[in-house]
């Protein structure tokens, strides 16, 4: 069955820390993978997408990902967390065999210290 | 770049009745769109895809004749929540792809926060 966990339901990190959120997936088809973030309250933001080529991606407010297909894992990176960053972080994955359906992990909620 | 609305945004209904959530693309058209539901603290769920000009596809567990979605056009789809009790109060997301050049990516919309009484 397809599956997208994220090991860590709560995380606690100090402004200026680096962060890492993972995110491990399970699918039998090639997937494609997403990265967004969600305010109390409010929609999704899409942080940053891989379809294929390039497995380091580049997204939105300075965070980065890796697809790394060997470990299943598309964890999420930030070097320097703001006090803004605080939210609650969503990974999901879709793929074409699947019809486009895109599956959400349970979520990660960050807070960060001042 | 692609945009998805939502109408209403939040709604309060009373236990019993119905209510009705549009969903659509402004500026491309959609074939196929997505129906989620979110409670408080909790991740996406997806309830159910909505084709254009065909019957949706619903995921297991969700009741298709509470959750009626009729894809009306190439830029609509609404769900309509029928006899609504108050466990149905949640947050309603919709999503649409983009076909335009092959694309994969989905746009999601801001969401309907529906609370019944």
């Known amino acids: 069955a397809q599956s997208v966990t994220q090991p860590d339901i709560h995380i606690t990190v100090s402004e200026g820390a680096s962060l890492e959120l993972r995110c491990n997936y399970s699918?039998?088809?090639?997937?494609?993978l997403f990265w967004y973030v969600q305010s109390p309250g409010q929609g999704l933001q899409l942080l940053l997408k891989?379809?294929?080529?390039?497995?380091l991606v580049q997204g939105i407010k300075g965070f980065e990902a890796e697809f790394k297909r060997s470990q299943s894992s598309f964890n999420l990176r930030k070097p320097s967390v703001h006090w803004s960053d605080a939210a609650e972080y969503f990974c999901a994955v879709g793929s074409a065999s699947s019809g486009d359906k895109v599956i959400f992990g349970p979520g990660t909620s960050l807070s960060v210290i001042p | 770049g692609a945009v998805v609305s939502q109408h209403p945004s939040r709604v309060i209904c009373k236990s019993g009745t119905s209510v009705k959530i549009e969903c659509r693309s402004l500026?491309?058209?959609?074939?196929?769109m997505f129906w989620y539901r979110q409670f408080p603290k909790q991740s996406l769920m997806l309830m159910a895809t909505s084709n254009e000009g065909s019957k949706a596809t619903y995921e297991q567990g969700v009741e298709k004749d509470k959750f009626l979605i009729n894809h009306a056009s190439l830029t609509l789809s609404t769900l309509t929540v029928t006899s609504a009790h108050p466990e149905d109060s949640s947050f309603y997301i919709c999503?649409?792809?983009?076909?335009?050049?092959?694309?994969?990516?989905?746009?999601f919309g801001p969401g309907t926060r529906l609370t019944v009484t």
């Open positions: 891989y379809f294929s080529g390039d497995t």
């Open positions: 699918y039998g088809a090639t997937p494609y």
């Open positions: 999503s649409a792809r983009d076909y335009r050049q092959g694309s994969r990516e989905q746009y």
């Open positions: 500026d491309f058209q959609a074939t196929t």
